[in-house]
Every structure is written in structure tokens, then in C-alpha cells.
């Protein structure tokens, strides 16, 4: 993950960085593997119309948040008991049991990098507007980063 090698490269510097001096909104969208292949592979099918993406992932990964499917969108869904009774999914072809199965093993493939990181990444995270706010109460500066890399 790359803020994990930033910090690392900093620490190297002589930098301490630690979960008291660095603070991870944890609400903040993480780009995972796959956003980084859809990224290219939507990249690659636009030819000649290419927007020219990093290639990254930062596109898919914000479209995620946006529609609040992420990180749940890897996880494997069948209709639940509610939407059975509702019939919500009506007329909806179910999937088979072996495409459930081959869903939860992509699911379970593109889920055990983000399970690597998360006890790394977990002690940055905190509830970083409540800290700016006070901080502004106290009319302290306050230095944002909001890179697109």
C-alpha cells in the first residue's frame, strides 16, 4: 500500500510518524488492488479516447465511495430473506451456487491485502473533523494534504 511505504520512506528519514502525529480520516477511501486493474482495464478499452488515468485506481476507488459500495462491493451477495419475501428481486435470474462460490473466492483474493494492512492502518484512523474543528475553535493552523496521485 502506498501510504504505508510513504511512511516508512519518512520514517527512514529521521521523520517520527506515529498515530499521535499523523491522523487517517476513518471515513477515508482506500484504493485497493482492483481499483488499480479496473482503472487500467477501463483505461486500456477506450483506444484511442484514453483520458490518460495514472492507472492507479483513484478514479474507481472515488467512484466506490461515491456510491457507497466500498469496500462492500467485494463482498459475494445472494438476496437475503427479506428481499426473498418482498420478492425485490423478483424476475432477477439467481445465480448458481458454483458462480456464489467462485464470487466469494474472488471476493476472499481481493479482501486478504486489505486484511494485511488493516491492524498497520487502524491506529492512524480517528475521527480527524471532530480534531479540525477544534482546532479551529482554538484558531490553531491547520495544513491539509488532499493530493490526486
Given at each position: 500500500?502506498?501510504?504505508?511505504?510513504?511512511?516508512?520512506?519518512?520514517?527512514?528519514?529521521?521523520?517520527?510518524?506515529?498515530?499521535?502525529?499523523?491522523?487517517i480520516?476513518?471515513?477515508?477511501?482506500?484504493?485497493?488492488?482492483?481499483?488499480?486493474?479496473?482503472?487500467?482495464?477501463?483505461?486500456?478499452?477506450?483506444?484511442?479516447?484514453?483520458?490518460?488515468?495514472?492507472?492507479?485506481?483513484?478514479?474507481?476507488?472515488?467512484e466506490?465511495?461515491?456510491?457507497?459500495?466500498?469496500?462492500?462491493?467485494?463482498?459475494?451477495?445472494?438476496?437475503g430473506?427479506?428481499?426473498?419475501?418482498?420478492?425485490?428481486?423478483?424476475?432477477?435470474?439467481?445465480?448458481?451456487?458454483?458462480?456464489?462460490?467462485?464470487?466469494?473466492?474472488?471476493?476472499?483474493?481481493?479482501?486478504?491485502?486489505?486484511?494485511?494492512?488493516?491492524?498497520?492502518?487502524?491506529?492512524y484512523?480517528?475521527?480527524?473533523?471532530?480534531?479540525?474543528?477544534?482546532?479551529?475553535?482554538?484558531?490553531?493552523?491547520?495544513?491539509?494534504?488532499?493530493?490526486?496521485?
Amino acid at each position: 500500500m502506498a501510504l504505508l511505504s510513504e511512511i516508512e520512506k519518512v520514517q527512514a528519514q529521521g521523520v517520527g510518524v506515529t498515530p499521535e502525529s499523523l491522523k487517517i480520516a476513518e471515513n477515508a477511501c482506500l484504493i485497493l488492488p482492483i481499483h488499480s486493474k479496473l482503472d487500467q482495464a477501463a483505461e486500456a478499452l477506450r483506444g484511442t479516447g484514453k483520458i490518460g488515468t495514472t492507472g492507479r485506481g483513484i478514479g474507481p476507488a472515488y467512484e466506490d465511495k461515491a456510491g457507497r459500495r466500498a469496500p462492500a462491493h467485494l463482498r459475494p451477495r445472494a438476496p437475503g430473506p427479506r428481499e426473498a419475501k418482498t420478492g425485490s428481486d423478483a424476475g432477477a435470474p439467481q445465480p448458481h451456487p458454483r458462480s456464489l462460490r467462485h464470487r466469494a473466492d474472488g471476493a476472499r483474493r481481493h479482501l486478504k491485502p486489505l486484511a494485511e494492512v488493516t491492524p498497520k492502518l487502524l491506529p492512524y484512523a480517528a475521527p480527524v473533523w471532530r480534531i479540525l474543528e477544534k482546532a479551529r475553535e482554538e484558531n490553531r493552523r491547520i495544513l491539509f494534504e488532499g493530493a490526486q496521485e
